[in-house]
């Protein structure tokens, strides 16, 4: 089992940057590919961000390509989202998912472990 926990949410004017964690334990972070979901109010789920174990390859949404860079520190089993040029769009429960094995993957289904989320809001 693998537990996830976020951290880094707030609230933000427009323009403004965030970033965000996601502290994992349980098992060693090793060999997990990570992503970055996050989900507004009235809306489905979507992705945002992902990276491979190694962190060698990461992958963007569109909506995100340019503003968003995702990291990970496997030696502190941690995972980085930096948001930059935050809009209000942006507004949404950000959300971290792992699962063990390789490749970048941008389906819900493709990730067994979540965390609970942290709010970001982004004020204009």
């Known amino acids: 089992q693998v537990q996830l926990v976020e951290s880094g949410g707030g609230l933000v004017q427009a323009g403004g940057s965030l970033r965000l964690s996601c502290a994992a334990s349980?098992?060693?972070?090793?060999?997990?590919?990570t992503a970055w979901f996050r989900q507004a109010p009235g809306k489905e789920r979507e992705f945002v961000a992902a990276?491979?174990?190694?962190?060698?390859?990461?992958d963007y949404a569109d909506s995100m390509k340019g503003r968003a860079t995702i990291s990970r520190d496997n030696a502190k089993n941690t995972v980085y989202l930096q948001m930059n040029s935050l809009k209000p769009e942006d507004t949404a429960v950000y959300y971290c998912a792992a699962r063990y094995g390789f490749g970048l993957r941008s389906r819900l289904d493709d990730y067994d472990y979540w965390g609970q989320g942290t709010q970001v809001t982004v004020s204009s």
């Open positions: 990276i491979r174990w190694t962190g060698g390859g990461t």
């Open positions: 349980g098992r060693t972070f090793t060999n997990y590919r």
